[in-house]
T-cell receptor, first 115, second 111 residues
Framework: DVKVTQSSRYLVKRTGEKVFLECVQDMDHENMFWYRQDPGLGLRLIYFSYDVKMKEKGDIPEGYSVSREKKERFSLILESASTNQTSMYLC??????????????FGPGTRLTVT | QKEVEQDPGPLSVPEGAIVSLNCTYSNSAFQYFMWYRQYSRKGPELLMYTYSSGNKEDGRFTAQVDKSSKYISLFIRDSQPSDSATYLCAMKPGGSYIPTFGRGTSLIVHP
């Protein structure tokens, strides 16, 4: 059973703080993703990684960076948190072995509030 | 115009009703079409997927793709209160690992 875990369910940070969101998957998946989900806007891709130390920008990378030092772990970093980064953050993973790449497995999400 | 359009709802129906959820899209390169279900305070989970055009049935759920109209649907028969969730459509071209998601439709099935 695929499991994607995220380090926190709820997080409250102050403006200007550096924030780390951690994601770990246990299925040896090559691909990992970070999304944010906002009411009325749906899921928007922040960054994508298809291998260790590899990363690609998604639709809204500004204000974020990522790190993938190990295959199972993908971190999202907010260098200087701002109130407009208050959102639900979802991590997902998928496998190269699934040729269609159709299925993404999502974590439970981290609801981040920046005050 | 977004690549994938989905009415956010909410859609409120009585228990036992047939539910129709829909998405339209503009990118003719999309070949894989998925429906995810997201319960409150949880991550999305894959419900159904279809490759290219046609229908696919799984229990009470039927996914339908009409590529000529760029329109996909998810039908839920005999809807139950446990079906209350947000349903997200997603689609992607062949050879890509990155789907494009709709905004999601909130469904409420009341007893």
């Amino acid at each position: 059973d695929v499991k994607v875990t995220q380090s926190s369910r709820y997080l409250v940070k102050r403006t200007g703080e550096k924030v780390f969101l951690e994601c770990v998957q246990d299925m040896d998946h090559e691909n990992m993703f970070w999304y944010r989900q906002d009411p009325g806007l749906g899921l928007r891709l922040i960054y994508f990684s298809y291998d260790v130390k590899m990363k690609e920008k998604g639709d809204i990378p500004e204000g974020y960076s990522v790190s993938r030092e190990k295959k199972e772990r993908f971190s999202l970093i907010l260098e200087s948190a701002s109130t407009n980064q208050t959102s639900m953050y979802l991590c997902a993973s998928s496998s190269f072995r699934d040729r269609t790449g159709r299925e993404q497995y999502f974590g439970p999400g981290t609801r981040l509030t920046v005050t | 115009q977004k690549e994938v359009e989905q009415d956010p709802g909410p859609l409120s129906v009585p228990e036992g009703a047939i539910v129709s959820l829909n998405c339209t899209y503009s990118n003719s390169a999309f070949q894989y079409f998925m429906w995810y279900r997201q319960y409150s305070r949880k991550g999305p989970e894959l419900l159904m997927y279809t490759y290219s055009s046609g229908n696919k049935e799984d229990g009470r759920f039927t996914a339908q793709v009409d590529k000529s109209s760029k329109y996909i649907s998810l039908f839920i028969r005999d809807s139950q209160p446990s079906d209350s969730a947000t349903y997200l459509c997603a689609m992607k071209p062949g050879g890509s690992y990155i789907p494009t998601f709709g905004r999601g439709t909130s469904l409420i099935v009341h007893p």
